[in-house]
């Protein structure tokens, strides 16, 4: 084995170190030289405004795109939900590690009757927020930003009744509220659960060694969400949600598309299972079906809502 140290970059969150490590420890037990390089986003540092108002696309993977490229370090570890879908030129794909769980839960204080009432609810998600909304009209969202630790802090700390998070990531650092539910019928961001590994196109010993961790299953499904969501034009703040599932047994694809208005009144989805051949251009086709459903028109008003 070579002896070049393959240098991970990685935000500074629990949540992205776990990530990191899970990824050194891989490819260290394939023999490979590694070390952790963590380095801060401006998406953690810029706490006071709603991601969509800061005005970048890929706000959490800049930092360390720029580092990749300034040669700081050879590959980068995201959440890949929080990857746009075209990455920078001479970065590609690298690896798309095994999926976790893909559901939005529901962290709540005290007992569920606000669902039947009036409540507040807290998440930093245009596509969360637009679903709640949908489902419970009558509810407040209010935004809520920061790192998982934090948001968990600041719903400790604030009247809410609950607050919105990604399974994987409570999962992921053992960080359990007391009381959760899961939101199965909420469609979540494409490709949430997944954990992507970038690095310079022209780098093949790290290429190669990143190759070992790929999950083909993973790479396939998130392919098809990530495709939807290009297609839509939809950045990674939009209310777009997206899910492909494979079943093994009859070898096919189940996917789930769905965009939202920012207020949740209006709703526009595909549901559909074809043979897994027809994989590729799965996700095209279905936002094509939403675009001619009158998606284009509501991508537009979104469009020009976030703008002011």
């Avoid at 993977?61 to 050879?74: H, Q, R, S």
Wanted: with cysteine; net charge negative; glycine share 8%.
């Amino acid at each position: 084995m070579a002896e070049k140290i393959i240098r991970i970059g990685t935000r500074d969150s629990e949540l992205a170190l776990w990530q990191a490590h899970t990824v050194e420890k891989k490819l260290n037990d394939l023999g490979y030289k590694t070390s952790i390089v963590a380095v801060k986003s401006t998406g953690d540092v810029v706490l006071d405004k709603p991601l969509y108002q800061l005005g970048i696309t890929g706000i959490f993977t800049k930092t360390l795109d720029i580092a990749m490229i300034n040669g700081e370090v050879d590959i980068a570890v995201h959440s890949m939900k929080d990857v746009p879908t075209a990455l920078p030129i001479g970065i590609v794909q690298a690896a798309v590690l095994e999926r976790a769980n893909t559901v939005d839960v529901l962290a709540y204080k005290g007992d569920l009757d606000f669902l039947e009432g009036n409540g507040t609810i807290a998440t930093g998600s245009l596509r969360r927020q637009a679903q709640w909304l949908h489902k419970y009209p009558s509810h407040k969202v209010v935004d809520l930003r920061g790192n998982v630790n934090l948001r968990m802090q600041k719903l400790a700390d604030n009247d809410w009744n609950g607050a919105v998070f990604a399974a994987a990531g409570l999962e992921r650092i053992n960080l359990a509220a007391e009381n959760l539910v899961a939101l199965d019928w909420m469609i979540p961001a494409p490709a949430q659960g997944a954990m992507l590994v970038v690095a310079m196109g022209n780098d093949n010993f790290t290429l190669d060694a990143l190759s070992h961790l790929n999950d083909i299953e993973t790479e396939i499904c998130t392919y098809i969400e990530r495709q939807f969501l290009k297609t839509l034009e939809g950045g990674c703040t939009a209310p777009i949600g997206a899910l492909a599932r494979y079943n093994e047994e009859e070898d096919t694809i189940h996917f789930q598309g769905v965009l939202f208005s920012l207020d949740g009144k209006e709703k526009l989805d595909v549901d559909k299972i074809v043979p897994i051949e027809e994989w590729k251009k799965l996700g095209f086709f279905s936002a094509q079906e939403v675009l001619n459903s009158g998606g284009a028109q509501l991508m537009a008003e979104i469009k020009n809502k976030l703008k002011k």
